[in-house]
């Protein structure tokens, strides 16, 4: 089809063209003696947009799940219990991951559509008066239903609770794009991968861990650790010191991972939170004034401001929205995961992105919903979105 591919999932997202030439290179030797001089500048850059000064910084040749596992197994022992919310595919995922590394997972199940829940955290720390608990895994950004959680709060319910729990984040979605604050909200281990808010491919799988983690992957070293040879910490702890990997680095995606944290200071990093807020702000919009459909998000207070998962009603079939978007009007919209399969679609606006994209996606699912039958009204949802965007100065 000609003209360009409107990619609107969240996940890989647009890949700037900054960031395309800059991966443009040939290789070099990585045991050189100028090759720190790329190596540690990333490492602290990536500090600074997970806003910690005290933690340490990871680049793993990876994606964002094997940052989850990176974060798991240099923490953690054989049988340890972790609490963990659930409210979509994300943090089934990690839950399932936890539970095969045969750690003791207590799940507190929540809604597709809420978040993870402060006051339910509280309690169930407070009853653990033995600490058995040693970490908490929230998702901040559950991409599967558009739901942002609240940090800050998880982390007042955790000392409310004065309990020792390690606070583990997944931040595969709002990392670079949301408001997150490590050293702030006391995230203890903070993951992320390439293809999102960074705006890269996927490939790299980020992680930062606070030295009270570090501190605990040491002492689990000497009990029962979980298992891990790749994603072990100790080497690339020693070879990171002096700005080297410990087997061979992606030289292209360390590149593109340069280019990306120059366009992020340049831009920075509050303004790009706020573009993102305003970006949402234009599609939830689209979707709830103009179109008068529900958000999956069921407070509007928790919507993401990296993707929009939208409600189709019943009797339709998400999924014959998404094939209509993507074979008539080149777009690609994210689809309903599992237990939400046909259910919603999902817009992706995370990234390298401005108003007119928004609104060009907003339009080809509008055209999209009205091509099999859908009552939506032609232009409502863009309308509504052209007035939340022009009300910024
Ligand atoms: C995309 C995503 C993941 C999985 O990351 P991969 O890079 O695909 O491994 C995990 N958590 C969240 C919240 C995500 O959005």
Redesign the pocket.
């Known amino acids: 089809m000609p003209g360009r591919h409107f990619l609107h999932i ?2 890989p997202t647009n890949v700037p063209d900054r960031i395309l030439r800059a991966m443009h290179v040939v290789m070099e030797d990585h045991r050189s003696p100028v090759f720190p001089q790329l190596a540690l500048p990333l490492l602290e850059g990536l500090k600074r947009v997970f806003r910690t000064q005290s933690g340490q910084a990871f680049i793993f040749p ?7 596992e990176t974060v798991l197994t240099n923490t953690l022992c054989a049988g340890d219990k972790v609490l963990a919310p659930r409210h ?4 089934s ?2 839950i399932g991951m936890a539970e095969s590394h045969g750690l003791n997972v207590e799940v507190q199940e929540e809604a597709w559509g809420a978040g993870a829940s402060p006051e339910r955290i509280f309690a169930a720390l407070e009853h653990d008066q033995g600490h058995d608990i040693r970490a908490v895994l929230v ?6 239903t558009g739901v942002t959680s609240d940090i800050a709060a998880v982390r007042r319910a955790i000392d409310a609770a004065s309990h020792p729990a390690l606070l583990f984040v ?5 990392i670079g794009s949301l408001d997150f604050r490590m050293d702030e909200w006391g995230v203890d281990g903070a ?1 992320a ?4 808010g960074f705006m890269m491919p ?1 490939g790299l ?1 980020l992680s930062c861990f606070s030295q009270k983690a570090l501190e605990a992957g040491r002492s689990a070293r000497k009990n029962n650790p979980l298992r891990r040879s790749y994603f072990d910490l100790e080497a690339m702890i020693a070879s990171n010191k002096t700005g080297y990997f410990p087997y061979t680095p992606s030289l292209p995606l360390l590149y593109g991972l340069r280019e990306a944290l120059r366009m992020m200071e340049e831009e920075g990093l509050d303004n790009v939170v706020a573009r993102h807020a305003h970006l949402a702000g234009g599609v939830r919009a689209a979707v709830t004034e103009g179109w008068w459909l529900k958000l999956c998000a069921q407070d509007p207070k928790s919507a993401s401001d990296t ?1 929009t998962a939208v409600m189709v009603p019943d009797g339709f079939d998400a999924r014959e929205v998404i094939a209509r978007a993507f074979q008539r009007y080149n777009l690609s919209l994210g689809s309903g995961l599992t237990k939400v399969a046909g259910k919603l679609f999902r817009i992706g606006h995370l990234g390298d992105l401005n108003e007119l994209m928004c609104l060009a996606a907003i339009s080809g699912a509008e055209m999209a919903m009205q091509d099999i039958g859908i009552k939506v009204e032609s232009g409502s949802g863009v309308a509504a979105a052209q007035r939340h965007y022009r009300r910024k100065a």
Do not use: C, M, R, Y
Request: negative net charge.
């Open positions: 969240p996940g990876s994606t964002g799940t094997g940052a989850w979509g595919q994300f943090s995922l990690w998702v901040h950004n559950e991409t599967a997944d931040g595969v979605s709002s993951v991968g390439s293809q999102k996927a799988g993707v």
